[in-house]
């Protein structure tokens, strides 16, 4: 789960890590998302979308990191954390974000319905919340939308012999 100490990471391997995490949820018929937690430069939490597979809607690639980076730290706070997840986090996912105190936001592709970090809701922006989360938006974008895209293809393609 963590890489070995001193193995300092950039934000590209990570990213390319969440990449990797969402090819696996795309081979267990999840949707392609995968996400990184890192602290100081080391991974401390991994995940991939699994809310079909887990039977629990809770189970988006950024929640399942997040949990697994606050077991590991036994911190429920991940303060200084940077998450990396190939798509835009959704409105749950944003709140998560704020409430484990993630200091910086990394993710691929935007997400043009459920999105809330840019694309609708804008969750990290609201002034109401005490804790305020950098993001960067376009690290790998191509290589997300890519997965995406051949994924849902994939789905709607008609399937052979299927009866018209």
Same mark, same amino acid.
Request: charged letters at 20%; proline letters at 6%.
């Given at each position: 789960?963590?890489?070995?100490? #001193?193995?300092?990471?950039?934000? $590209? +391997?990570? !990213?390319?890590?969440? &990449?990797?995490? +969402?090819?696996?949820?795309?081979? &267990? #018929? $999840?949707?392609?998302?995968? *996400? ?17 597979? @887990?039977?629990?809607?809770? +189970? %988006? *690639?950024?929640?399942? /990191?997040?949990?697994?980076? +606050?077991?590991? =730290? @036994?911190?429920?706070?991940?303060? @200084?954390? %940077? ?8 409105? !749950?996912?944003?709140?998560? &974000?704020?409430? *484990?105190?993630?200091?910086? =936001?990394?993710? @691929?592709?935007? $997400? ?8 609708? /809701? ?7 919340f005490n804790h305020r989360v950098d993001v960067?938006?376009? !690290?790998?974008? #191509?290589?997300?939308?890519? =997965? ?5 293809? $994939?789905?709607? *393609? ?7």
């Amino acid at each position: 789960m963590v890489e070995p100490p #001193g193995a300092l990471i950039t934000d $590209e +391997a990570c !990213m390319r890590e969440a &990449l990797r995490l +969402a090819a696996m949820a795309a081979d &267990l #018929g $999840e949707v392609p998302v995968g *996400a990184v937690v890192a602290l100081d430069g080391t991974i401390v939490g991994r995940g991939y979308n699994r809310p079909i597979s @887990g039977v629990d809607p809770t +189970a %988006h *690639a950024e929640i399942v /990191a997040v949990r697994q980076a +606050a077991a590991y =730290l @036994g911190n429920y706070r991940l303060t @200084g954390a %940077h998450l990396y997840v190939t798509v835009e986090p959704c409105t !749950m996912c944003a709140g998560a &974000l704020v409430h *484990a105190r993630i200091a910086r =936001l990394v993710f @691929g592709t935007r $997400e043009p319905r459920a999105g809330a970090v840019v694309s609708t /809701a804008q969750v990290l922006a609201s002034p109401q919340f005490n804790h305020r989360v950098d993001v960067v938006e376009g !690290m790998l974008a #191509g290589e997300a939308q890519r =997965l995406m895209q051949d994924f849902f293809r $994939e789905r709607r *393609a008609p399937t052979p012999n299927a009866e018209r």
